[in-house]
């Protein structure tokens, strides 16, 4: 069975860190595309970043420079490191698998079918 099972959220002062994990299994997680995406209270789903099995990356505009996507193929997880963290990024943030980047400018808006298996997400509020 294809599980993803994401950490790391919680409550976090703006200009603060955090690093989400997402522990895949039950597929080749080492040769998969893989991407984050999240959901503010209120709003669409906004595809964040992805990863393929090499090494190319990719970024929505609203967190380049900021958060950084990665994977340790050995152990099977998907990161997402999160710096200056703001409170517009307070979302339910989910992994996926699959590969998505939207163009400079535009809003990464998705739908559950854009990727493949997701996870249950994890909560990252962001709040003085």
């Known amino acids: 069975e294809v599980q993803l099972v994401e950490s790391g959220g919680g409550l976090v002062q703006p200009g ?3 690093r989400l994990s997402c522990a895949a299994s039950g597929f080749a997680f080492g040769i998969a ?4 995406v999240r959901q503010a209270p209120g709003k669409g789903l906004e595809w964040v970043s992805a ?3 090499g090494v190319r990356k990719a970024y929505a505009d609203s967190v380049k420079g900021r ?3 990665s994977r340790d193929s050995a152990k099977n997880i998907l990161y997402l490191r999160m710096n200056s963290l703001k409170t517009e990024d307070t979302a339910v943030y989910y992994c996926a698998t699959g590969w998505y980047g939207c163009a400079a400018g535009s809003w990464c808006g998705i739908d559950r079918t854009t990727l493949g298996v997701w996870g249950q997400g994890t909560q990252v509020t962001v709040s003085s």
Do not use: V
Not at 33 to 36: C, E, L, Q, T
């Open 16 to 18: 603060g860190s955090l």
């Open 33 to 36: 595309d893989m991407s984050w």
């Open 51 to 53: 990863i393929n099995s």
């Open 67 to 69: 958060f950084t996507i």
